[in-house]
T-cell receptor, first 117, second 114 residues
Framework: GAVVSQHPSRVICKSGTSVKIECRSL??????MFWYRQFPKQSLMLMAT?????????EQGVEKDKFLINHASLTLSTLTVTSAHPEDSSFYIC?????????????FGAGTRLSVL | KNQVEQSPQSLIILEGKNCTLQ??????????LRWYKQDTGRGPVSLTI?????NTKSNGRYTATLDADTKQSSLHITASQLSDSASYIC?????????????FGQGTTLQVKP
């Protein structure tokens, strides 16, 4: 299957700092990438959908000024958590949509564990 | 309301035994249903994906079934191994475009004991 690389896998930061997470589709072009957040023992919650070259679409309740998404190329999307607070500590997962094969198939990255002190 | 419900919430079995996980969904329009395995601290990995016309799909020791009439799916794991310990997530795709939403179940946490 297609490979999606997410970096870093783990980050610890101080409250008030910003953290950038990268998501790359390594062997295919992804016109659409998705960002999810997952709290312990809960399922993935979609935060936003990003399309290459356009503004991201955020889910209700997700602050677009706090979670900045950039999808500058067909293989790279970034999520920046600005002015991070302890309540932002979570597991963030990206996925990339493939435009070939089964409709609406998404390949997931390995996730980023964010801990805000 | 689009919804995916999984049962049981958690399950403990002995190594070598079989088990079946259940998934009920109310999603419209239905595009496909997939089962993912998520190890702790990792992203989900696809096990099977089925469209409306498919009744069963196998991937090694994993066999998924789909009944589109009753809107139910199951994931059967045969001859379980310790490495099968993980969360298994049922995900239904709503819509037909590449930007259609995925509706996630809460997952079933499986623990395989020696």
């Amino acid at each position: 299957g297609a490979v999606v690389s997410q970096h870093p896998s783990r980050v610890i930061c101080k409250s008030g700092t910003s953290v950038k997470i990268e998501c790359r589709s390594l062997d295919f072009q992804a016109t659409t990438m998705f960002w999810y957040r997952q709290f312990p023992k809960q399922s993935l919650m979609l935060m936003a959908t990003s399309n290459e070259g356009s503004k991201a679409t955020y889910e209700q309740g997700v602050e677009k000024d706090k979670f900045l998404i950039n999808h500058a190329s067909l293989t790279l999307s970034t999520l920046t958590v600005t002015s991070a607070h302890p309540e932002d500590s979570s597991f963030y997962i990206c996925s990339a949509g493939s435009s070939t094969g089964v409709e609406n198939i998404q390949y997931f990255g390995a996730g980023t564990r964010l801990s805000v002190l | 309301k689009n919804q995916v419900e999984q049962s049981p919430q958690s399950l403990i079995i002995l190594e070598g035994k079989n088990c079946t996980l259940q998934c009920n969904y109310t999603v419209s329009p239905f595009s496909n249903l997939r089962w993912y395995k998520q190890d702790t601290g990792r992203g989900p990995v696809s096990l099977t994906i089925m469209t409306f016309s498919e009744n069963t799909k196998s991937n090694g020791r994993y066999t998924a079934t789909l009944d589109a009439d009753t809107k139910q799916s199951s994931l059967h794991i045969t001859a379980s191994q310790l490495s099968d310990s993980a969360s298994y997530i049922c995900v239904v795709s709503a819509g037909s475009s590449n930007t259609g939403k995925l509706i996630f179940g809460q997952g079933t946490t499986l623990q395989v004991k020696p």
